[in-house]
């Protein structure tokens, strides 16, 4: 049974998907909330792109409610051994509150890194976007589905304003026995 999650926010180009793998080595099992979108849109044979994630997105959550793309990833999670596991792209309230409600020991993390280093990430490494409005669609994508008021929630804040390296890993590090020693966490018994 999973005992804790940890709930990755940030907006695109932030480093959050390096902030999972720092978790990985520490022995957490990482999932990505933007696989439910990929799969489907691979599934309708569409090509992924800021705007097909967009409407794909909104069109899965007006089907299935605000919280369905972090239903999906619950299912996955909850078919695994895993007792520890980082969830990389939370978006909303609605899915802190469904995972909120689901697991013995949560916390949000709020990856943060200014505008300019964040695109400028995306632009040096993404083969699919190459312009800086391109990088602001995914920006307001993130803002429309509210990210912004899931930022709010955040029990930690991991600042990745610098180039990766070892002091990044050990903030990551930091925060895991932290949150091991935490017993003021939220829990699902209240």
């Not at 051994?81 to 990389?88: E, L, Y």
């Not at 792209?89 to 964040?118: H, L, Q």
Request: hydrophobic share 45%; proline share 2%; with cysteine.
């Amino acid at each position: 049974m999973t005992e804790q999650v940890i709930a990755l926010v940030g907006m695109p180009g932030v480093g959050k998907f390096r902030v999972s793998d720092a978790f990985a080595i520490l022995g957490y099992k990482s999932y990505e909330m933007s696989s439910v979108i990929k799969g489907a849109l691979a599934s309708e044979g569409i090509a992924v792109s800021p705007a097909s994630m967009k409407q794909k997105s909104f069109s899965i959550r007006d089907a299935h409610g605000e919280a369905a793309i972090a239903a999906a990833i619950w299912g996955q999670i909850s078919s695994d051994a895993r007792t520890r596991v980082v969830v990389d792209g939370i978006r909303s309230m609605a899915e802190i509150e469904y995972f909120r409600e689901r697991v013995d020991r949560f916390a949000v993390v709020f990856c943060f890194a200014p505008t300019e280093v964040r695109h400028n990430r995306i632009l040096a490494k993404s083969k699919k976007i190459r312009t800086k409005d391109e990088v602001r669609l995914l920006d307001a994508n993130s803002i429309a589905l509210g990210i912004g008021e899931a930022a709010l929630l955040a029990d930690y804040l991991l600042d990745l304003t610098e180039t990766w390296g070892a002091a990044s890993s050990n903030k990551v590090r930091t925060i895991a026995e932290s949150l091991e020693k935490r017993e003021d966490l939220p829990t699902n018994e209240g």
